[in-house]
């Protein structure tokens, strides 16, 4: 497992705890923290982690190198000698993995070229822009020998992963029983990130249009509607929309809808019909469908996971 200052403690020490329990009855992984120059670093909070080995000099085969995530990858990912020797250490590696913005690490060193990968929602727009094929929405993706994870306990499902690669279902299934946690959970990133994918748009016209949508997600958004508004053609509309926000218009009135109900999922106890009806949805059962096309999640599961921790 490689570190380094400001690494997210809960990326490393999710997956060790995966394949510390895996070692259970039988010695099945080796975890060892490696650094540049075998020094220990800082993760989350000040905590200081010690390493047990120098990346620099490592030399043995590797059966996984996993890079982990923190607010200190951007440099990481800029630094030449821990992306050659990442490079080098992962031509020694049966395979190689990233945990959240460890992916951003990988892209770094060139690890992810010509390869599907996934990171934290927040920061898949700039895994994207270093030419990486993103799969946003993904809890985690494999990838031939690479395999990349969503944010922070997104390494917790990749871990577990691997050890049913390795071993089966039936130790990933007793791991995940012992760290009461779902062996795979369901619904992909979206459920987390609904208010953010939306990426900004520099033409005015559109920028308040998207803003009216939200205000008011019941109104009868159509094309025709939503162009007037622009002040376009209806085919010149469609055509600007689908460039600058990256869907088509109707997809996106779906998700600003979906965004509205899952506010009043989150934070009021109404019934499913008058949810639909006040975030624009004509009925619940055409909310349902939206959510789990948008989301991959049931309205009542969203409700369920989001609105309180049950300690009332």
């Known amino acids: 497992m490689v570190g380094y200052d400001r690494t997210a403690l809960l990326d490393l020490a999710?997956?060790?705890?995966?394949?510390?329990?895996?070692?259970?009855?039988?010695?099945?992984?080796?975890?060892?923290?490696?650094?540049?120059?075998g020094e220990p670093f800082t993760a989350t909070a000040g905590v200081r982690i010690e390493a047990g080995a120098d990346l620099r000099t490592l030399d043995r085969p590797i059966d996984t190198l996993l890079v982990v995530g923190g607010w200190g990858y951007d440099e990481a990912a800029c630094d030449p000698v821990l992306t050659t020797n990442l490079r080098r250490l992962a031509l020694k590696s049966r395979r190689v993995a990233g945990v959240c913005t460890g992916a951003v690490v990988l892209a770094g060193a060139g690890l992810l070229q010509g390869r599907k990968a996934t990171t934290h929602w927040a920061f898949t727009g700039e895994l994207a822009a270093r030419g990486v094929d993103v799969e946003p929405d993904a809890i985690f993706v494999c990838d031939g020998q690479v395999s990349t994870s969503a944010g922070v306990t997104a390494g917790?499902?990749?871990?577990l992963a691997m050890v049913e690669q390795d071993h089966g279902p039936a130790l990933a299934r007793r791991i995940a029983q012992y760290l009461v946690v779902f062996l795979q959970r369901s619904g992909g990133q979206s459920q987390f990130s609904v208010h953010t994918r939306t990426p900004p748009v520099s033409d005015d016209a559109l920028r308040a249009l998207l803003d009216a949508i939200h205000a008011d997600p019941t109104r009868e958004w159509t094309v025709p509607v939503?162009?007037?508004?622009?002040?376009?053609?209806?085919?010149?509309?469609?055509?600007?929309?689908?460039?600058?926000?990256g869907i088509s218009p109707a997809q996106y009135v779906e998700r600003a809808r979906v965004e509205a109900a899952a506010d009043r999922l989150a934070s009021t106890g109404d019934?499913?019909?008058?949810v639909a009806r006040e975030s624009g949805f004509g009925s619940a059962e055409t909310l349902r469908r939206a959510f789990l096309r948008v989301l991959g999640v049931s309205p009542g599961s969203y409700r369920a996971r989001f609105r309180t921790t049950g300690v009332a």
Not at 18 to 24: L, T
Not at 271 to 274: F, N, P, R
């Open 156 to 159: 917790i499902d990749l871990s």
């Open 226 to 245: 939503m162009a007037r508004r622009a002040m376009m053609s209806v085919r010149h509309f469609a055509r600007v929309f689908s460039r600058n926000v």
């Open 14 to 37: 999710g997956p060790v705890e995966v394949f510390q329990a895996a070692n259970h009855g039988d010695q099945r992984y080796r975890v060892t923290v490696a650094t540049l120059g």
């Open 271 to 274: 019934g499913l019909d008058l």
